[in-house]
């Protein structure tokens, strides 16, 4: 008897510290919302533009390679930029997060840039414009270690090769 | 068939400790009791210490091997190194007959005397083991060799009494070649460098201009294959020790990467990217031909041969995540061995042929573990916020990797360690490195 009284005292210990620590969690999630959709970055933090409104990268969820609409939509503005400025060629580079086998990453990389190629190619920019290069995790742009700079990270950036 | 030879090979392990001497070390089981051992300093007369120093420009060396001795067994696990203090016995008359009541007091089980001479430029290093119970020599040894091998002859030393008391091959006299790290996380500068497996002799082998990564030794341990970003092109090299000679691997129209060494030392296997998709080849280092082993849509990389040249197991994303699969090395048979939770990443084969070491992450940790090469009998040996990459020591009893620490959110705190943690999950230890280190590789036995 006693035992299952001290029992249910304890349940409701642990039931009420669990809601409270769901407000908590709930409320850290509201913070970095407006950053992150799933766990793709859409902030505009680390973005740099190769023109006016044009930004330069896009950003994945962990381990993915799919495009997002938002990062379709940069895509088409990189490929209406190139198709404009026919002279230019890019290198798109293609990044993961720390998360993740060194070499699995650099796959990985590679995988997320060629994404970002291919989109550009089917918006009719042609093939030998675009190199790309993998880095892994090797150059990360934020350096914490948490959820939204692992998103920061995780990105294909197109940059300039001449 | 592997399990069968295991067994014999225990039993007559067994037989011959038994037949032998009293001292035994079970090195399959941790040892949570380490055998209490004395290593006498090696002796040296009042001729060879000025010569010694002229030479070397240390006083004793005769006693700095016999901590170079003390320092391997004691890192090994298995032995229990006693106070110099407590020693009742001077180290050039224990060295021609020890007083074994003397040594069994003070709870010796084995004792290590020597002698050490430098004369006309070399170096002549004897040594006893000796039983203490028993009372009676176990083991005999002399080298001759240049003053400046003195390091090398404490490593052999601790090889040989490592094998004598344990019945397996020991792994002191051999190096380590890692990545170096320096600066910020978000501008690492990255180097090859190499050391003798207790952290001494640094030496570094590209100047951090360019990025590097996963260095791995041949067979012979004196070439080095690894990735490198020179001129932006991320390539693997091949890299002569000695020379410094370095050359591209193949010619491929993009990112090769992920290369290690046949067990035969005549190819290199590695993953090239092409659109996207990564698929593991081989190179063959004489005649240059380059053969694809998969072709599947999906990442294929971290490939690893089994000690035989029969079989490779691999890294694929081919069932959606990350898991280890295993083939015959023609690319046919086709199995996937990890079925646990989580990821499976950079598995590698053991040097016995019966294990196949792995990372893995679940639930935000990484674990460093091992499996049998069908996939059962999975261990693992340690859990942290974030570690990969094992590399097995030539007797394939203990594990090398890298662990890195959180950083906060300013980025500060970050780290990058080379650790070691033995095959039975116990002894796991901090390896010294001059700088922040990664991706370490494990040579082979070098005095042999």
Known sequence: ?162 | MIRIFNLTFLVFLFLVTKANSLIEIDITRGNLDPLPIAVSPLFQNDVSKKNSISELKIENVGSEISSVVENNLKTSGLFNPLSKEAFLQKPDIAHLKPRFEDWALIKAQALITGKVTIENKKLKVEFRLWDILAGREMMALAFTTVPSNWRRVGHIISDKVYERLTGEKGYFDTRIIYVSEEGPKTARVKKLAIMDQDGFNTKYLTLGNELVLTPRFNPTSQMVTYLSYFKNLPRVYLLDIETGTQEVVGDFPGMTFAPRFSPDGKKIIMSFAKDGNSDIYTMDLENRIVERITNHPSIDTSPSYSPDNRFITFNSDRSGYQQIYVMKSDGSNVKRISFGKGLYGTPVWSPRGDLIAFTKLHKGKFYIGVMRTDGSGERLLTENYYQEAPSWSPNGRVLIFYRETKSNDKGEGFSAKLWSIDLTGYNERQVQTETDASDPSWSSLLSN
């Open chain 1, 1 to 162: 008897m006693n035992f299952s009284k001290s029992f249910r005292n304890t349940f409701l210990v642990i039931l009420l510290s669990l809601i409270v620590s769901a407000c908590a969690t709930k409320k850290t999630t509201t913070k970095v919302e407006g950053q992150m959709q799933g766990d793709v970055y859409t902030g505009t933090d680390t973005v740099k533009y190769l023109a006016e409104g044009v930004p330069d990268r896009v950003f994945f969820a962990t381990n993915e390679s799919i495009l997002t609409t938002k990062s379709r939509d940069t895509l088409r503005k990189q490929a209406n930029w190139l198709r404009e400025n026919s002279s230019i060629n890019v290198v798109v580079e293609g990044h993961a997060d720390e998360r993740g086998t060194r070499e699995y990453n650099l796959a990985l990389g590679e995988r997320r840039a060629n994404a970002a190629k291919d989109y550009l190619i089917t918006y009719g920019i042609s093939a030998d414009r675009i190199s790309v290069i993998s880095y892994g995790k090797e150059r990360p742009v934020d350096s914490g270690s948490n959820p939204l700079s692992w998103s920061k990270n995780r990105r294909s950036v197109t940059v300039k090769a001449n």
